[in-house]
C-alpha cells in the first residue's frame, strides 16, 4: 500500500521557517521524482518544487525559489521542504505528490502552513 504522511507544519511569522517531512511507504522511493504542491482555499493547486529520484537535480515555482529548498533522504525513504523567510502568500495545505508505473497521482492527506502576524 503506497503511502505518503507529511508533517511539519504550523503557525508562524513573516520572515520565520518551518521543514516539513514527507514520509513514504509502499514503493520504491529512490526510483521517483518528488514533488511538493500547495493548496490555499479557493484557489488551485500549485506546484512548490520538485527532485530527482537521486537527489542532484531540484526544480522549484518562481514564488518560492530563492527561500525554499527540497531534500531527500533516500535510506528514510523522506522527502523535505526547508521553507525560510515565510511570506503570507506561502499560507496554504501543502502535499507531498509521486507519480508511480501506471501514471496514477498519489498524495498525502497535507500538511497546514499558516503565515501570519
Known amino acids: 500500500q503506497l503511502q505518503l504522511v507529511e508533517s511539519g507544519g504550523g503557525l508562524v511569522q513573516p520572515g520565520g521557517s518551518l521543514r516539513l517531512s514527507c514520509a513514504a511507504s509502499?514503493?520504491?522511493?529512490?526510483?521517483?521524482?518528488m514533488r511538493w504542491y500547495r493548496q490555499a482555499p479557493g484557489k488551485e493547486r500549485g506546484f512548490v518544487a520538485s527532485?530527482?529520484?537521486?537527489?542532484?537535480?531540484?526544480k522549484y515555482a518562481d514564488s518560492v525559489k530563492g527561500r525554499f529548498t527540497v531534500s531527500r533522504d533516500n535510506a528514510k525513504n523522506t522527502v523535505y521542504l526547508q521553507m525560510n523567510n515565510l511570506k503570507p502568500e506561502d499560507t496554504a495545505v501543502y502535499y507531498c505528490?509521486?507519480?508511480?508505473?501506471?501514471?496514477?497521482?498519489?498524495w498525502g492527506q497535507g500538511t497546514q502552513v499558516t503565515v501570519s502576524s
Open positions: 527532485i530527482d529520484n537521486g537527489g542532484v537535480i531540484t
Open positions: 509502499g514503493f520504491i522511493f529512490g526510483r521517483y521524482i
Open positions: 505528490n509521486v507519480v508511480c508505473g501506471l501514471g496514477e497521482e498519489y
